[in-house]
Nanobody
Framework: QVQLVESGGGLVETGGSLRLSCAAS????????MGWYRQAPGKQRELVAV?????STNYADSVKGRFTISRDKNKVFLQMNSLTPEDTAVYYC???????????WGKGTLVTVSS
């Protein structure tokens, strides 16, 4: 089993920045890809960014140029710049064998961007 624990969410003004962190523990050898998804009120959960153990990344079009995903051993980070109210959501850390398949989810961390 793998446990994913997020941190770093909070309230920020439009144009501000936040950095999310996620630490994985347990049988982490099974995780090749780690990433971030988000779910806004009334909307479906969507991919934000994912990174593989080899460093390949994929971003949602809506965050390209503003968000940066990085990874260090069993941790994954999401640097979020130029935030807008549309980025308000619960952000979930994910882990899985490939970039397009999620086996494990964190409990989520709330990001609120005020206008």
């Amino acid at each position: 089993q793998v446990q994913l624990v997020e941190s770093g969410g909070g309230l920020v003004e439009t144009g501000g920045s936040l950095r999310l962190s996620c630490a994985a523990s347990g049988t982490i050898f099974s995780i090749n890809a780690m990433g971030w998804y988000r779910q806004a009120p009334g909307k479906q959960r969507e991919l934000v960014a994912v990174i593989t153990r080899g460093g390949s990344t994929n971003y949602a079009d809506s965050v390209k140029g503003r968000f940066t995903i990085s990874r260090d051993k069993n941790k994954v980070f999401l640097q979020m710049n130029s935030l807008t109210p549309e980025d308000t959501a619960v952000y979930y850390c994910s882990g899985g064998p490939i970039a397009t398949y999620v086996d494990y989810w964190g409990k989520g961390t709330l990001v609120t961007v005020s206008s």
